[in-house]
Nanobody, 120 residues
């Protein structure tokens, strides 16, 4: 299987930036795509972005397009989410996900999440 470990969350001011990392281990070659979701308290888990392992294709939902950028480092088996112009509404637990089929509708592996808190 695939193990995912998120890092990089924390407390940031309104308008600030954070860079999340997701290190993948295990059967990486079986993974078609990786991506990011987030979940705020009392809300449904929300898909944010996905990237294939070659890095040739990336997708961002409209709500974060232009502010968040997904990328990967193939040599380190790591996917990143660069988050700029953060807003209090971005406060959530951010989860890394991996799929052997495709995102966002087929997720086989989840990380444990990293908390992002944006203060006013």
């Amino acid at each position: 299987q695939v193990q995912l470990a998120e890092s990089g969350g924390g407390l940031v001011q309104d308008g600030g930036s954070l860079r999340l990392s997701c290190a993948a281990s295990g059967r990486i070659l079986s993974t078609y795509a990786m991506g990011w979701f987030r979940q705020a308290p009392g809300k449904e888990r929300e898909f944010l972005a996905a990237i294939n392992w070659s890095g040739s294709n990336a997708y961002h939902v409209d709500s974060v397009k232009g502010r968040f950028t997904i990328s990967r480092n193939k040599a380190e088996n790591t996917v990143y989410l660069q988050m700029n112009s953060l807003k209090p509404e971005d406060t959530a637990v951010y989860y890394c996900a991996a799929s052997t089929r495709g995102l966002p509708n087929s997720v086989q592996f989840w990380g444990h999440g990293t908390q992002v808190t944006v203060s006013s």
